[in-house]
Every structure is written in structure tokens, then in C-alpha cells.
T-cell receptor, first 113, second 114 residues
Framework: GENVEQHPSTLSVQEGDSAVIKCTYS??????FPWYKQELGKRPQLIID?????GEKKDQRIAVTLNKTAKHFSLHITETQPEDSAVYFC????????????FGSGTKLNVKP | GAVVSQHPSWVICKSGTSVKIECRSL??????MFWYRQFPKQSLMLMAT?????????EQGVEKDKFLINHASLTLSTLTVTSAHPEDSSFYIC??????????FGPGTRLTVL
């Protein structure tokens, strides 16, 4: 089955700096890669996603890049703010079963004011 | 739009009892719902995929007789933890798909088994 690895497990940055979180996946047939933000005790919220036919996608301070050959994708947050502090999860679909996806282990981002 | 609710938000029960958790899509019809389990400071572990009107598909290692899933309508899926034990204590989260790719998550249910 699909194996999604995520690094780092914790990330601490100064307010205003950039943060990068990386994920790798094992199934070359995976074709959809969402990123979720989860605050303590709350539901995961989709922040950005990318499909396999696109190499990069940006939404204001958040961007995601995808390298299909290397089977890795990354989340980039620029000009970080304290409210960006949360746990971030990447996910990847499992082969042809487009809707079923598996999560990475999560990255706890701490933005220091 | 695309709001998913769960009930209850938290529940405490005695060992050996059964607990039912409801997942509802409030403003859309969900073709598929998913159930996840999340331990403290860990990732979401997919337990099962639930399609309306058919049997749920369980992930490897998840006991289907222990975690009963019923998806009776396009807006409601239920997860029943049968004969609960302390090791079943966890945060259970459902998600629903409106028809595209995105999964919309419920707020989760924290189960504590004494």
C-alpha cells in the first residue's frame, strides 16, 4: 500500500521567516496531494492541494510543489505568522482509488513572535 | 458549504459497553465517508471507507466486528465501537466527500473508556 513520509516532525521558525515541510510517497500512481492544517483538538482543514498534472500551485503565502519523478511534494509557507502555528499533514491518494488517501505523520510548526 | 458534523463531541463510557458516533454532512450529499482514528500527537489513521447503501471497506488490521459502520443515507454514517476497552480510547474523526477530491472533516469525537 501507499507509504507517506513527512519531515520534519517539528519545525520552529521566527515570525516572518519561511517554513518548508516535505513529504515523499511510494505509489507512483498517486495523483492527488492535499495539505491539511490541524489546530489542537480541532478538525483538519484543507489549506492547499495539488494534482499530478501540475508542478506547482500557490495561494497567497502558501505554495505546494510536486516532483513526480522523485515522488515528493513540499509545502512552503512564506512570511509566517504566529497563527500559522499548528500541525500540518500531507496526504496522498492510493493509486487509482482517487478518494482514499493516507496521511503523513505530521509536522508541528511553531512560529515564534 | 461542505460542513460535516459529528456527535457526540466527547463521550466517556465504561469498559464493555458500546458507543455510537454519528457523522453527518449538513449541506451536501456525501457519496463516500471515511472514518479515522487519531492518537495524541500522531497522524490520522484510516480505519474504513463507507459508501452509502453498501458494506464498509476496512483497512488491514481494523476489526470490522469491533468497529461497526453503517452508512444508511447520503448524509449519515455511524461508527459503533462495540464492547469498548480502554485501548479503544482515542480521537475518532470522520470525513465526507461531496463528489470531488476534497475530504471535509468533522470536528472529531473524543472517546474515553474507563
Amino acid at each position: 500500500g501507499e507509504n507517506v513520509e513527512q519531515h520534519p516532525s517539528t519545525l520552529s521558525v521566527q515570525e516572518g521567516d519561511s517554513a518548508v515541510i516535505k513529504c515523499t510517497y511510494s505509489d507512483s500512481a498517486s495523483n492527488y496531494f492535499p495539505w491539511y492544517k490541524q489546530e489542537l483538538g480541532k478538525r483538519p482543514q484543507l489549506i492547499i492541494d495539488i494534482r499530478s498534472n501540475v508542478g506547482e500551485k500557490k495561494d497567497q503565502r502558501i505554495a505546494v510543489t510536486l516532483n513526480k519523478t522523485a515522488k515528493h511534494f513540499s509545502l512552503h509557507i512564506t512570511e509566517t505568522q504566529p497563527e500559522d502555528s499548528a500541525v500540518y499533514f500531507c496526504a496522498a491518494t492510493l493509486g487509482s482509488n482517487f478518494n482514499k488517501f493516507y496521511f503523513g505523520s505530521g509536522t508541528k510548526l511553531n512560529v515564534k513572535p | 458549504g461542505a460542513v460535516v458534523s459529528q456527535h457526540p463531541s466527547w463521550v466517556i463510557c465504561k469498559s464493555g459497553t458500546s458507543v455510537k458516533i454519528e457523522c453527518r454532512s449538513l449541506d451536501f450529499q456525501a457519496t463516500t465517508m471515511f472514518w479515522y482514528r487519531q492518537f495524541p500527537k500522531q497522524s490520522l489513521m484510516l480505519m474504513a471507507t463507507s459508501n452509502e447503501g453498501s458494506k464498509a471497506t476496512y483497512e488491514q488490521g481494523v476489526e470490522k466486528d469491533k468497529f461497526l459502520i453503517n452508512h444508511a443515507s447520503l448524509t449519515l454514517s455511524t461508527l459503533t465501537v462495540t464492547s469498548a476497552h480502554p485501548e479503544d480510547s482515542s480521537f475518532y474523526i470522520c470525513s465526507a466527500i461531496q463528489g470531488g477530491d476534497t475530504q471535509y472533516f468533522g470536528p472529531g469525537t473524543r472517546l474515553t473508556v474507563l
